[in-house]
């Protein structure tokens, strides 16, 4: 799960105590938009043709099929298209989920427990009833041997008993984690019997029995993945299908940079193409196809929350543990004149770890922040409770002195001296200001050149270094980096995964999503603040008060957002008339239209 989406990736959204009778959905406060007997979600056609292709790219390689675990680079698609949850999030609002392989659920009046009753029809592919058992068997083996991102999720599930082959509950250490039940029913579902004679936590070519519409068709290792649509699959019928997984053939094909993978769109190559490249989307797409028609380009506003992209410091190194050397590079970073020459000005600044979102913290802290802030003052900056927060800011000239004199001023005050060749050494520790700046992009390198050369007037060393995609994961995944661009993305409805991403606790486990290698005590209250809010309200306020407290400890330098998607697709491609805010859908929701599949015949 190293995409977010992917992530993410695992969207979080909305969540009602359940009580009485089971219930086919459920929803973190009680607002359900669809009704028991809803015929299907308002952002799909349900009258989609199905048939076709649907031909897709990635960066980079794949040498695995087991998209749970941190060894090897998993293939696109393994997760969303062959394995199904308990239960599926609908994208049109907060957090509510909806009956999948879960035909109903049944909550405990106090939040004690859930159970999930199975739909008895479900089947993998090799024909075997999917039960409870499975259900049982996939969270242990989650927990203990896949990705460490699972026992952060998981961590408040004190058991998890088959009680009827279709029937499993999930007991909680706490009353207090409303969002637990409905990440419990997003856990996707695997074979025990597939997995009894294999080892989990090892890497695989081979395509596991499957639950999901779709299963694996064929696999050139590292170069490309197809997958088939399953038309006798056992969800085709059900409310939160209707409308979806309408392509015949998906397929996912590898290119080992971004402007290659352009080109290989222009010529047809694959059908689909979302532009995150502010400069590429401005020029590059001049090409005959898109001048005549037959490539679609256009812009669509969504109301995505961004999270945070920024240049990730990692706090282990000993040169970033001084809070004044972080708070001090940031001056280096003139976004404002960079944005202007390389996106055209089209990017907004990020200021917030939950951007785009009513989430964000903005101005001084409200009263209900105060609340959560103030039995933590002597464990925060000052600045949290005096200052709203803002990254430097230029006036885009490219003259960028006064920053940097600020920024000179800082490393002064802090005890860094320059040395004989230009390089600031603290006078007393012994550290140099000296780092690589660690990328997989090549893209970024337009945007780090200049930061690099402000950091050189300063007296700070950044060497920049690209690795091959499988590189750097596997660093990322040790933490062996010293500083990179990161996004840490988000849902409308943060909670247990900032665990992960904050949490003393994991800062030390390889494989975790704390790549900043945060351990800060204030930190982890907020987080349990986060995970333990009983009302929306509670939410925003406990989440803008952790939004606050990692902004003044200057863990990252904020790059950028933009709340449109770029996308461009071959006009062969139709879409539905209203599409989520939260994905484009692409894969689940869009069909080819049946007039080009005709044309298609020989």
């Known amino acids: ?90 994208y049109d609002e907060a957090f509510s989920m909806y009956a999948l392989l879960a035909e109903t659920v049944e909550q405990a009046d106090d939040n004690s427990s859930i159970s999930f009753n199975l739909n008895p029809k479900a089947v993998w592919d090799d024909g075997k009833s999917i039960t409870a058992d499975d259900v049982v068997w996939t969270f242990h083996t989650l927990v203990k041997d896949a990705a460490p991102f699972y026992r952060a999720y998981y961590a408040d599930v004190a058991s998890v008993t088959a009680d009827t082959p279709q029937k499993v509950t999930f007991t909680f250490k706490t009353r207090n984690n409303r969002e637990l039940p409905l990440i419990i029913a997003q856990m996707p579902v695997l074979p025990k019997h597939y997995w009894a004679d294999k080892k989990f936590g090892a890497t695989t070519l081979t395509p596991p029995v499957a639950s999901g519409p779709y299963k694996v068709s064929k696999v050139v290792a590292g170069r490309s993945i197809e997958f088939t649509r399953n038309k006798d699959w056992w969800g085709n019928d059900l409310p939160t299908s209707k409308g979806r997984y309408n392509f015949d053939k998906i397929s996912y094909s590898y290119f080992r940079d971004q402007n290659v993978a352009l080109e290989a769109f222009f010529a047809g190559q694959f059908d689909f193409q979302q532009e995150n490249v502010a400069k590429l989307w401005q020029t590059a797409y001049t090409a005959p196809p898109v001048k005549d028609g037959r490539i679609v380009k256009k812009e669509i506003e969504n109301n995505r929350p961004v999270g945070m992209q920024g240049f990730l410091y990692n706090t282990r190194r000993p040169i970033f543990q001084d809070i004044a050397v972080r708070q001090a590079l940031a001056y280096a970073f003139d976004f404002d004149w960079e944005n202007k020459q390389f996106a055209f000005g089209s990017y907004t600044r990020t200021h917030s770890y939950f951007e785009n979102s009513e989430l964000a913290a903005v101005g001084l802290p409200s009263d209900k922040e105060l609340l959560l802030l103030n039995p933590l003052k002597d464990q925060v900056p000052a600045n949290v409770f005096t200052t709203a927060y803002h990254p ?76 091959d995609s499988a590189q750097y994961i596997n660093r990322m995944q040790k933490f062996d980096f010293d500083m990179t661009t990161n996004v840490i993305a988000q849902s409308d409805s943060p909670g247990n995964e900032q665990r992960e991403f904050w949490t003393s606790a994991k800062a030390d486990i390889a494989g975790s999503r704390n790549y900043i290698g945060i351990k800060n005590p204030a930190v982890d209250t907020l987080v349990d603040q986060v995970i333990a809010a009983e009302t929306r309200a509670d939410l925003v306020a406990s989440t803008r008060a952790l939004d606050r407290v990692l902004q003044w400890n200057y863990y990252v330098i904020p790059n950028w957002f933009y709340n449109k998607w770029r996308l461009a697709w071959w006009s062969k491609l139709e879409h539905p008339q209203k599409l989520s805010g939260m994905t484009p859908g692409v894969v689940d929701t869009w069909w080819v239209r049946p007039e080009t599949k005709q044309q298609a015949k020989p």
């Open 1 to 90: 799960m190293k995409k977010l989406p992917i992530f993410l990736t695992l969207s979080l959204l909305s969540f009602s105590a359940l009580a009485g009778p089971p219930q086919p959905a459920m929803s973190l406060y009680g607002d359900l938009k669809y009704t028991p007997n809803f015929k299907n979600f308002a952002y799909v056609n349900p009258d989609a043709p199905k048939g076709g292709e649907l031909k897709l790219s990635s960066i980079g390689s794949f040498d695995n099929l087991n998209p749970y675990i941190i060894k090897g680079e998993a293939a696109d698609g393994m997760d969303a298209l062959t394995t199904v949850s308990l239960m599926t999030q609908s």
């Open 392 to 467: 430097p800011k230029t006036d885009g000239s490219g003259n960028n002195r006064a920053n940097l004199k600020i920024a000179s001023d800082m490393l002064d005050a802090a005890g860094y001296k320059l040395g004989a060749d230009g390089i600031r050494v603290h006078e007393k520790t012994g550290v140099r200001l000296s780092f690589e700046f660690m990328e997989s992009n090549p893209a970024f390198e337009r945007w780090i050149l200049p930061f690099s050369q402000n950091l050189k007037r300063i007296g700070v060393e950044c060497k920049f270094r690209v690795l």
